[in-house]
T-cell receptor, first 112, second 114 residues
Framework: GENVEQHPSTLSVQEGDSAVIKCTYS??????FPWYKQELGKGPQLIID???NVGEKKDQRIAVTLNKTAKHFSLHITETQPEDSAVYFC???????????WGAGTKLIIKP | KAGVTQTPRYLIKTRGQQVTLSCSPI?????VSWYQQTPGQGLQFLFE???????NKGNFPGRFSGRQFSNSRSEMNVSTLELGDSALYLC?????????????FGSGTQLSVL
């Protein structure tokens, strides 16, 4: 079946540095790729998404890139801040029913 | 606008019991989805309801069931609880189904099965 692999499972970066999280997906017909951030004690919240007709999308310090040929997409966070510490999930939509297949999550730790 | 509300926040049950979790979606949202979250496993899709009908179902045993009421509120039931059912159960709502759309999550119900 369809699956999404996410790496790394834990990422520790110095405050002010950049962080990159990568995901690969299996369904070549997937066309929607959101990223969610989950803070401690809360549910996931959408931070950015990209559709298959776009290669890159930016929103202030965060950006997502998509390589459809290689079937992978990445989240980039620049100038990391303490409030960026959270678990980040990538997902890919199933082309048949628009359900999302989720990656296992990346715990991002920002070191002061 | 109020967010997605899940009750209760924490629940402790013993093996063999059953449990019912509740979810109130954002006003105007007619789709409610349920997810199971366990450490290292990400989010596993349970089912989605729209207009009181189950539209999609994940790969979970029949012990997991749900329903949606006419006001879009949803409940999820797990019967004959097993230790492996211990998890955070998340509910998410969106305005409709059948297309890629932002999900709004509640804070979840943390279920512990002893």
């Amino acid at each position: 079946g369809e699956n999404v692999e996410q790496h790394p499972s834990t990422l520790s970066v110095q405050e002010g540095d950049s962080a990159v999280i990568k995901c690969t997906y299996s369904d070549s017909a997937s066309n929607y790729f959101p990223w969610y951030k989950q803070e401690l004690g809360k549910g996931p919240q959408l931070i950015i998404d990209i559709r298959s007709n776009v290669g890159e999308k930016k929103d202030q310090r965060i950006a997502v890139t998509l390589n459809k040929t290689a079937k992978h997409f990445s989240l980039h966070i620049t100038e990391t801040q303490p409030e960026d510490s959270a678990v980040y999930f990538c997902a890919a939509s199933i082309s048949s029913n628009y359900q999302l297949i989720w990656g296992a999550g990346t715990k991002l730790i920002i070191k002061p | 606008k109020a967010g997605v509300t899940q009750t209760p926040r924490y629940l402790i049950k013993t093996r063999g019991q059953q449990v019912t979790l509740s979810c109130s979606p954002i006003s105007g949202h007619r789709s409610v989805s349920w997810y199971q979250q366990t450490p290292g496993q990400g989010l596993q899709f349970l089912f989605e309801y729209f207009s009181e009908t189950q539209r999609n179902k994940g790969n979970f045993p029949g012990r997991f069931s749900g329903r949606q009421f006419s006001n879009s509120r949803s409940e999820m039931n797990v019967s004959t609880l097993e230790l492996g059912d211990s998890a955070l159960y998340l509910c998410a709502s969106r305005t409709t189904t059948g297309k890629n759309e932002k999900l709004f999550f509640g804070s979840g119900t943390q279920l512990s099965v002893l």
